[in-house]
C-alpha cells in the first residue's frame, strides 16, 4: 500500500501505479500526506480519480484498472486505487519499466526484467533458439513415433509440422530447434535446460526421514511423464473404498487426478529457470508436486480452476497430440471433481517463493484400521451418491462436519447437505456428536 496528497502529479500518480502493477499489486490511496501519514481528505473526489484514469493512460500498455473506490478514513473522504496482482503484460512509464519495492519506485534490472516478461508470457522461452543446438540434436525416432499421432498430414514433411508446432525456427539459411523442440524430442533435453526432469520420492511417514525410495526421471517431456506416472503408480498405496456399498480395493489418490497434476507440473512449468526440477513427493497423508515458476500471466490461486493460460503454448499442443492433456481444459477442475468424487479433501494450491505447488490429501495412516467396517450392512437403505461420498470420506478420516460435507459437494445447496447427514443419523449409519458449530458425525458402530 502507498499513499499520496491530493495535489500529487498525475505522473506521479503513474509511476506508483505502474510500479506496483510490475510487481504484486498493491493499494495507492489518495488524500492522506505521504510523510507524516496524516489523512488530510480531498476538497475534489472526483477530481482525483480523474487523475488515476489519466495516470493509467500514460502507461505503455495502459493499464486497465478497476474503478477507484471512495473511502472514508478519519472522517475524511480519500480514494483508494486498486492495481491487482498478476497483471497479464509487463507496464512501462516514459520507456522506463518500473517496479515497487517498499516505498520507492525503482527501475528494473535487465535480469529482473526478462524474469517478468517471461513469466506474465510476453517473452516465451520456448520458442527460444539455445547456441549451438542443431538439428542433429533431435531424436528421429521421437520425431517419427510424434507424427503418427497426426494422421491427414501426408503433404507436410517432418520439418514443416514441427516449424508449424513451433519446434524448429528458421535462422539464418536453415532450420535451428527451438527449446521447446529441444524438451519434446532431443536426445539430451537436459544439455539445454538444465533441471527440466523430475524428482520423485515416497517417504514412509509425513514427513521427510531417512526411509524413502526415490526416482530420478530425466529425458524428454513425454518420456518423463511415462515414467513418472509409472512410479506413482508402482508406490500409492491401495486402500478400500466403497463403490456402490461395495467394498473396493483402490488407490490412495484417484489415478487419474495424480496423472493430471503430474502433466499439469510438466506442461506449464517455467523452463527458463535452472538448476530447479519437478518434486513429486508421496507421504503417508498426501502428494505434493512442486513446479518452478509462479503461475502464469492472469491465472491466480484464487482462479486456477477458471482461467486458462499457458506459458509453454508449443509444449501443450504436442503433449495434447499425443494424449497426455486436452488442449482446451488444463485439468485443474477436472482434479478437483476427480477428488470430489472419491470422497477427499479438496486440493490445495499454493504459490511459494520459487514456485507453485499442489497438494492432493488422501485418506491418512489410519485408514487400514477403518477398514475393518463392512459397508453391507448400509444395502437396503437406499442411500444416495453424496451420501456413499461421505461414507468414503468417514472411512478415511472418521469423522466428517457439515462444512466438510459441503466441500465434498459444492454445488449441493447447504440445506440439502443438513438434510442428508439427519438422514444419516435417523438410518442409524452415522452418531451426532457436539453441538451448533462443534458438531461433527462419526460411524456408529
Known amino acids: 500500500m502507498d499513499w499520496l496528497p491530493e495535489g500529487a502529479a498525475v505522473a506521479q500518480i503513474a509511476q506508483t501505479l505502474v510500479g506496483m502493477a510490475n510487481a504484486s499489486g498493491g493499494t495507492l490511496l489518495l488524500g492522506v500526506a505521504p510523510r507524516s501519514n496524516r489523512v488530510q481528505g480531498l476538497a475534489e473526489p472526483q477530481a482525483t480519480v480523474d487523475k488515476v484514469a489519466q495516470a493509467a493512460l500514460l502507461s505503455d500498455p495502459p493499464l486497465i484498472l478497476p474503478r477507484p473506490e471512495t473511502v472514508i478514513l478519519e472522517n475524511q473522504t480519500v480514494i483508494a486505487a486498486n492495481v491487482p496482482a498478476g497483471l497479464p503484460q509487463v507496464y512501462a512509464l516514459d520507456g522506463r519499466y518500473l517496479v515497487r519495492e517498499k516505498t520507492t519506485n525503482g527501475p528494473l534490472s535487465a535480469g529482473r526484467l526478462r524474469k517478468l516478461l517471461l513469466e506474465r508470457g510476453e517473452v516465451s522461452f520456448e520458442s527460444t533458439i539455445p547456441d549451438g543446438a542443431a538439428l542433429s540434436d533431435l531424436d528421429e525416432r521421437k520425431v517419427e513415433d510424434y507424427l503418427r499421432h497426426l494422421p491427414g498430414l501426408a503433404d507436410e514433411t517432418p520439418q514443416e509440422v ?71 503408480a508402482e508406490n500409492i498405496r491401495k486402500v478400500a473404498r466403497l463403490s456402490g456399498l461395495a467394498r473396493e480395493e483402490q488407490p490412495e489418490f484417484p489415478l487419474e487426478a495424480v496423472r493430471e497434476v503430474v502433466v499439469n507440473a510438466v506442461a506449464h512449468r517455467d523452463y527458463s529457470i535452472r538448476g530447479d526440477n519437478i518434486r513429486v513427493l508421496l507421504f503417508s497423508d498426501r502428494l505434493e508436486m512442486f513446479s518452478p515458476g509462479k503461475l502464469p500471466g492472469p491465472v491466480t490461486v484464487a482462479n486456477i480452476a477458471d482461467e486458462r493460460f499457458s506459458r509453454n503454448a508449443a509444449i501443450v499442443q504436442v503433449l495434447a497430440d499425443m494424449g497426455f492433456i486436452e488442449r482446451l481444459g488444463y485439468g485443474v477442475d477436472r482434479i478437483l471433481a476427480l477428488m470430489r468424487r472419491a470422497g477427499l479433501r479438496r486440493p490445495h494450491f499454493e504459490e511459494t517463493a520459487g514456485g507453485f505447488r499442489v497438494t492432493l490429501y488422501g485418506p491418512g495412516e489410519a485408514v487400514a484400521a477403518r477398514h475393518a467396517i463392512d459397508p453391507a450392512r448400509w444395502k437396503g437403505l437406499e442411500l444416495h451418491l453424496r451420501q456413499e461420498q461421505a461414507l468414503n470420506y468417514l472411512l478415511g478420516h472418521g469423522r466428517i462436519t457439515n462444512r466438510e460435507y459441503q466441500d465434498l459437494c459444492p454445488d449441493v445447496h447447504a440445506e440439502t447437505i443438513r438434510r442428508d447427514l439427519a438422514d444419516l443419523v435417523s438410518k442409524g449409519v452415522l452418531l451426532k456428536i457436539g453441538d451448533k458449530r462443534a458438531t461433527y458425525y462419526i460411524l456408529k458402530e
Open 162 to 232: 514441427l516449424v508449424g508446432r513451433g519446434c524448429l525456427r528458421p535462422q539464418g539459411k536453415g532450420l535451428r530447434p527451438t527449446a521447446a523442440g529441444l524438451l519434446l524430442f532431443g536426445k539430451k533435453p537436459q544439455r539445454w535446460a538444465p533441471g527440466a526432469d523430475i524428482l520423485a520420492a515416497r517417504f514412509s511417514g509425513r514427513e521427510m526421514s531417512d526411509e524413502f525410495v526415490r526416482e530420478g526421471i530425466a529425458g524428454a517431456l513425454p518420456d518423463q511423464l511415462r515414467l513418472a506416472t509409472g512410479f506413482l
